[in-house]
């Protein structure tokens, strides 16, 4: 069975075709600059990826409909040889970054389930809205296949009232739909069932801390394999610092903003998520170029890192008071996954709560899924790459799977 990813954004679309079960990708790309003078196709195939080669081809891309259409060309292409027979692409799973309290779990979008996302767009209006569109435009492209919505939000939907709710009149939780609802959840299930499955722990009863550092930072309790509490809350700009966005402030600071600076609500909404972070620092928001000045002695990059660290170390406390005890601490994602800086600074002076860093086999420069404990932690310190898109595949798989076969119950 064939399974087609998307991440449709604003003006790009990620995508990766899977051969499930198994997870081996058949072709991956990137359409971007939709709308714009001039676009750009990026695509591998899976036989060409041990050696790197990528093909690109400029073209126009007026908007996410003709982008989809030439991702359905190339997967058709007899050229490329990635699928013998459209019948075979089943579904098509779609990142959705917000699901509200209603979706938990992978659902195939029909017309009520996409106007129910549309009416949640305001919750995550910067992603929702193109998320939506990549579903309206594939539905079009590829009739035949399920659009499978699969949720950022959804696992995180097993975290208990009293960690997800806030100290606000109970109406507007009840009417509006105002609670902590958390991000990154693919990246946070993906990466935690990979570690249980390293360590030969039964997920069941795995417990850890999941540490997604990308341009955005959540961070997740996890136990008995389950998302507890969330860094993130309402939207994607609470917890961690970020490229770009501030992650936890008084909120306070917004009426400041507001009657003293005279800010309208749409510039400090800027400020907050795009103007803040590392960004607002350093002048930089790629974690690259704050660790370069760091390295060159920059006070800015200093003051930006160790703010940057303090607030993982805290939510690292935090949460070990809520689990009580952990088998792991986990950093994924491209920051998590490649920074050994951040990873020494995030861990250092951990020791009296049983996290040791080998500090040689965390200044390795090796990929993979990799455990960098020193022989003294009692916690396990792993780098786990995320793969979002293989984790939208399997829930997309087994939700086809489970309606194709009722024998198999729903996953």
């Known amino acids: 069975m064939k399974i087609l990813v998307?991440?449709?954004?604003?003006?790009?679309?990620?995508?990766?075709?899977?051969?499930?079960?198994?997870?081996?990708?058949?072709?991956?790309?990137?359409?971007?600059?939709?709308?714009?003078?001039?676009?750009?196709?990026?695509?591998?195939?899976?036989?060409?990826?041990?050696?790197?080669?990528?093909?690109?081809?400029?073209?126009?891309?007026?908007?996410?409909?003709?982008?989809?259409?030439?991702?359905?060309?190339?997967?058709?292409?007899?050229?490329?040889?990635?699928?013998?027979?459209?019948?075979?692409?089943?579904?098509?799973?779609?990142?959705?970054?917000?699901?509200?309290?209603?979706?938990?779990?992978?659902?195939?979008?029909?017309?009520?389930?996409?106007?129910?996302?549309?009416?949640?767009?305001?919750?995550?209006?910067?992603?929702?809205?193109?998320?939506?569109?990549?579903?309206?435009?594939?539905?079009?492209?590829?009739?035949?296949?399920?659009?499978?919505?699969?949720?950022?939000?959804?696992?995180?939907?097993?975290?208990?009232?009293?960690?997800?709710?806030?100290?606000?009149?109970?109406?507007?939780?009840?009417?509006?739909?105002?609670?902590?609802?958390?991000?990154?959840?693919?990246?946070?299930?993906?990466?935690?069932?990979?570690?249980a499955d390293f360590l030969n722990c039964p997920l069941e009863n795995f417990n850890a801390i999941t540490i997604h550092l990308g341009n955005g930072c959540s961070m997740a309790a996890i136990k008995e394999g389950k998302s507890v509490d969330v860094s993130m809350g309402l939207t994607p700009l609470g917890g961690l610092i970020m490229g770009t966005r501030s992650g936890d402030i008084d909120p306070s600071v917004i009426f400041f903003l507001e009657d003293h600076l005279k800010m309208g609500t749409k510039q400090i909404n800027q400020l907050l998520n795009k103007e803040s972070g590392l960004k607002g620092l350093t002048g930089e928001n790629d974690l690259r170029n704050v660790q370069k000045l760091f390295q060159e002695g920059d006070p800015k990059a200093e003051l930006a890192l160790k703010m940057y660290v303090y607030r993982i170390k805290k939510y690292i406390g935090a949460y070990l008071a809520i689990l009580g005890s952990i088998d792991a601490i986990i950093f994924t994602a491209g920051v998590g996954e490649n920074s050994a800086l951040i990873r020494r600074l995030a861990c250092e002076h951990l020791d009296h709560l049983g996290i040791c860093l080998d500090q040689k086999a965390n200044e390795k420069h090796e990929g993979g899924l990799r455990n960098l404990s020193a022989k003294t932690s009692t916690v396990q310190v792993l780098v786990v790459p995320t793969n979002e898109e293989l984790e939208i595949a399997s829930q997309s798989y087994e939700l086809v799977l489970g309606l194709d076969d009722p024998t198999l119950g729903s996953p």
């Open 6 to 195: 998307l991440n449709a954004g604003s003006s790009s679309i990620k995508f990766q075709l899977f051969d499930m079960p198994s997870g081996q990708v058949a072709l991956a790309g990137l359409v971007e600059q939709i709308g714009e003078a001039k676009g750009r196709i990026t695509y591998i195939l899976n036989r060409e990826a041990s050696k790197g080669r990528k093909h690109s081809e400029n073209a126009v891309f007026k908007d996410h409909k003709s982008g989809l259409k030439k991702i359905a060309a190339l997967i058709q292409d007899p050229g490329l040889q990635v699928i013998k027979n459209m019948a075979d692409l089943k579904a098509v799973g779609h990142r959705v970054v917000h699901g509200g309290e209603k979706y938990s779990a992978p659902t195939v979008v029909n017309n009520d389930v996409f106007k129910d996302l549309q009416a949640l767009s305001f919750l995550a209006p910067l992603h929702n809205p193109a998320n939506l569109k990549g579903i309206e435009v594939a539905s079009s492209v590829f009739p035949e296949a399920k659009q499978v919505a699969v949720f950022d939000t959804a696992f995180h939907q097993t975290i208990p009232d009293f960690a997800y709710r806030f100290a606000i009149p109970a109406s507007y939780h009840e009417e509006h739909g105002i609670r902590a609802y958390g991000f990154h959840g693919t990246s946070h299930a993906f990466v935690s069932k990979a570690a």
